[in-house]
């Protein structure tokens, strides 16, 4: 009895070594052809069923599952032709077969050896059954969109249509494809310089925006000093009296007008022009001045600045000069005595002979002594 079975299981080595030749031949020549020819998916078919059937006789039941499995697969495949399995899915359907062919020879190694075979084969299983699945979706989406052809000649007539209007769209411009290239390589290059202009025109935004509030700043920081300079000024010139500057928009100060407000000691002014040309002049000195104590300068000349003053305004107008003396030093173009008799140094031009100009120049000390 123990040589029978040695003798079928030699019989069943020996039929399962030459049908796994015969599949690996099979498969060289498909993958050199990158396709299976219909005599390929029957002998494989066949192949597949007598492995399995064998498989189920010596009770190898992990054979006989993998062998039933890829017989299932050509099944499907035999009913509907190599055309069921996408071009881009038939290196996944090789790969399966050679992975089965391996499987087989490694089992039936340990088969000769008198090993136990190997019984995890549930990812390859899973592996087979999802490729089946794909087929079997791809299959019926396939034929969900197939529409039979009731009229075959109206069907051909359509046909013709469809490739004279093709024919109408004329010869076929070989060099698209570099003018495309060429264009959107173009395209690229001025979409990059468009970014960085608008990058450019982000950050200027930026920084105009930025100096303009520094500007807004600074010059109602000023505007408030100089506001305070003149109202001190105005009365130390004028002897009381109320002044201020004031914004005619406060909101936007860098595109308001300023008003000055002015009224000297026992009168009331409602604008500038109800003042004298000499209290107008006073005014403007006095915001001069106020400008210049909060920005003094370290040379300043005056040309007949004090011309519509009296004499008396004149005297007080060149004594609030020494006021700024220690950070400024004046030039003074008059003809006004009070003027002159506060000043350090004199220079007078005059003419004693026609076309002759002579410059004479006095110190305080020696203009004290004329007097």
Do not use: W
């Given at each position: ?16 070594n ?51 499995r ?5 099944y499907l ?19 399966l077969?050679?992975?089965?062919i391996?499987y087989?020879?490694?089992e039936v190694?340990?088969?000769?050896n ?8 549930d ?26 052809l ?8 359509e ?12 010869t ?7 003018e ?5 390589k173009?395209?690229?290059?001025l979409?990059e310089?468009?970014?960085?202009a ?11 925006t ?20 003149f109202?001190?000024i ?7 009296g ?10 936007h100060?860098?595109?308001s ?39 003094p300068?370290?040379?300043?000349i ?44 004199l220079?007078?031009?005059t ?21």
């Open positions: 009895m123990e040589n029978n079975s040695d003798s079928v299981l030699e019989m069943y080595l020996y039929e399962t030459t049908l796994l030749e015969q599949l690996d031949n099979i498969m060289l020549s498909a993958e050199q052809a990158d396709t299976l020819s219909e005599d390929d998916v029957n002998e494989i078919f066949r192949i597949m069923h007598t492995l399995k059937g064998s498989a189920a006789m010596m009770e190898f039941e992990p054979l006989m599952t993998i062998a039933h890829i017989e299932d697969l050509f495949i035999r009913e509907k032709t190599m055309e069921v399995i996408p071009e881009q899915d038939r290196p996944q359907l090789f790969d077969l050679f992975k089965s391996d087989f020879r490694s190694s340990k088969i000769e008198g090993e136990p075979l190997s019984n995890n084969i990812n390859f299983l899973n592996t087979i059954n999802t490729f089946i699945d794909k087929i079997n979706g791809e299959a019926a989406e396939a034929q969900a969109q197939a529409q039979p009731e009229d075959l000649q109206t069907a051909q007539r046909l013709q249509s469809l490739k004279a209007q093709i024919r109408g769209l004329g076929v411009n070989v060099a698209a494809i570099e495309y290239a060429e264009v959107s173009r395209y690229q290059f979409s310089q468009m970014q960085d608008e990058t450019a025109k982000r950050e200027l935004e930026d920084l105009i930025s100096l303009t509030e520094e500007m807004q700043r600074i010059f109602s920081e000023s505007f408030s000093v100089i506001d305070r300079n109202q001190e105005f009365k130390d010139l004028f002897g009381g109320e002044a201020r500057l004031e914004l005619t928009d406060p909101e100060v860098l595109e007008g300023i008003e000055i407000k002015v009224a000297p000691p026992g009168k009331v002014i409602k604008n500038l022009i109800s003042l004298s040309g000499g209290e107008q002049s006073f005014v403007a000195i006095a915001i001069y001045f106020a400008i210049l104590r909060l920005r300068s370290p040379f300043c005056l040309d007949e600045i004090d011309a519509a003053l009296d004499e008396g305004n004149v005297r007080r107008y060149a004594q609030y000069l020494q006021n700024f003396t220690d950070t400024t030093q004046f030039i003074l173009v008059t003809h006004r005595r009070s003027a002159m008799e506060e000043a350090s140094v220079y007078g031009v003419m004693q002979e026609d076309g002759i100009s002579r410059l004479l120049r006095m110190e305080q000390e020696e203009l004290e002594k004329t007097e």
